[in-house]
Nanobody, 115 residues
Framework: QVQLVESGGGLVQPGGSLRLSCAAS????????MAWFRQPPGKQRDMVAT???????NYADSVKGRFTISRENAKNTVYLQMNSLKPEDTAVYYC?????????WGQGTQVTVFS
């Protein structure tokens, strides 16, 4: 398994941008599929974006064109660039790592979009 540590959350006004980072421990990062999920207050946790080990990406319809997931294998890090943020993007954002034999979650980072 890997340990995941998210950072980069915070407060931002509508239309603003944030970049989330998720750093993974160990030496197998390049083999992992990575994803970002989010959980708004009182709601379920949903997928936001995924990136495979070879760099293929997928996005939830609600964030397409605004969010970009990327990875930097040399730094064991996956990023989520969030632009044109809306109040409905307010949530705890979680990083997730998956391989055929395990899945690991980070502790989450809060993103609050307010006017």
């Amino acid at each position: 398994q890997v340990q995941l540590v998210e950072s980069g959350g915070g407060l931002v006004q509508p239309g603003g941008s944030l970049r989330l980072s998720c750093a993974a421990s160990g030496s197998i990062f390049s083999t992992l599929a990575m994803a970002w999920f989010r959980q708004p207050p009182g709601k379920q946790r949903d997928m936001v974006a995924t990136i495979t080990s070879d760099g293929s990406t997928n996005y939830a319809d609600s964030v397409k064109g605004r969010f970009t997931i990327s990875r930097e294998n040399a730094k064991n890090t996956v990023y989520l660039q969030m632009n044109s943020l809306k109040p409905e993007d307010t949530a705890v954002y979680y990083c997730y790592a998956q391989r055929y034999d395990f899945g690991s979650w980070g502790q989450g980072t809060q993103v609050t979009v307010f006017s």
